[in-house]
């Protein structure tokens, strides 16, 4: 069984300050760990993949995500938010080698100038 | 590498028609593809999960008859939501998988589909 907690529904941050978007997942094999962003209307486009090998992670766009192991945790950052990050972020848990994939339930960004 | 198209993008009908939504993997096989349903912001939930020359598997709760899936080739996977209702309207999105990457989806950009 897997699941993945997305612990804020809504974040809002300054232009420029730092962005913190928290992820927990359940898993009872070794997960493959996932962010994607939406943007309104737009479909998933993927910022980071975790896969078992480094724990930090770097995406695109100046994102990275750190596995925790013992945290249970896949928390993604970005040290500097610019207003193009306004957007909905999801979470996402694989593990297994099964194929379906579980989706947590989003976090709305928000950027303030 | 690994794109993934859906068409149309968006599409209104009217109650009572049926609509199909076509997903393919521009630049790979995709064995398998998934079709997920998006309602205003919420997360994505899956509906079904669609494996080349099979039938289908549904999640609980979807209609199969309601919404058909074909998987006829190993680029094209098409959704038919039959006898549309308003209900229906909402945000269709599709992924595929490829044969190096299982844990990894990759998708399309959505089909916005409204009801009138």
């Known amino acids: 069984a897997q699941s993945v907690t997305q612990l804020d529904s809504h974040v809002s941050v300054s232009e420029g300050t730092p962005v913190l978007l928290r992820c927990n997942y359940s898993?009872?094999?070794?997960?493959?760990l996932f962010w994607y962003v939406q943007h309104p209307n737009k479909g998933l486009q993927l910022l980071l993949k975790?896969?078992?090998?480094?724990?930090l992670v770097k995406g695109i766009n100046g994102f990275e995500a750190e596995f925790k192991k013992s945290e249970t945790s896949f928390h993604l950052t970005k040290p500097s938010a610019h207003m193009s990050d306004a957007a909905e972020y999801f979470c996402?848990?694989?593990?297994?080698?099964?194929?379906?994939?579980?989706f947590g339930t989003g976090t709305k960004l928000q950027v303030i100038p | 590498g690994a794109v993934v198209s859906q068409h149309p993008s968006w599409v209104i009908c009217k109650s009572g028609t049926s609509v199909k939504i076509e997903c393919r993997s521009l630049?790979?096989?995709?064995?398998?593809m998934f079709w997920y349903r998006q309602f205003p912001k919420q997360s994505l939930m899956l509906m079904a999960t669609?494996?080349?020359?099979?039938?289908?598997?549904?999640e609980q709760g979807v209609e199969k008859d309601k919404f058909l899936i074909n998987h006829a080739s190993l680029t094209l996977s098409t959704l038919t939501v039959t006898s549309a209702h308003p209900e229906d309207s909402s945000f269709y999105i599709c992924?595929?998988?490829?044969?190096?990457?299982?844990?990894?989806?990759?998708f399309g950009p959505g089909t916005r589909l409204t009801v009138l």
């Open positions: 975790y896969t078992s090998a480094a724990t």
């Open positions: 630049d790979f096989q995709a064995t398998t």
């Open positions: 992924s595929a998988i490829t044969g190096v990457s299982y844990n990894e989806q990759f």
């Open positions: 669609s494996n080349e020359g099979s039938k289908a598997t549904y």
């Open positions: 898993s009872s094999y070794s997960p493959s």
């Open positions: 996402v848990v694989s593990s297994g080698g099964y194929q379906k994939v579980t």
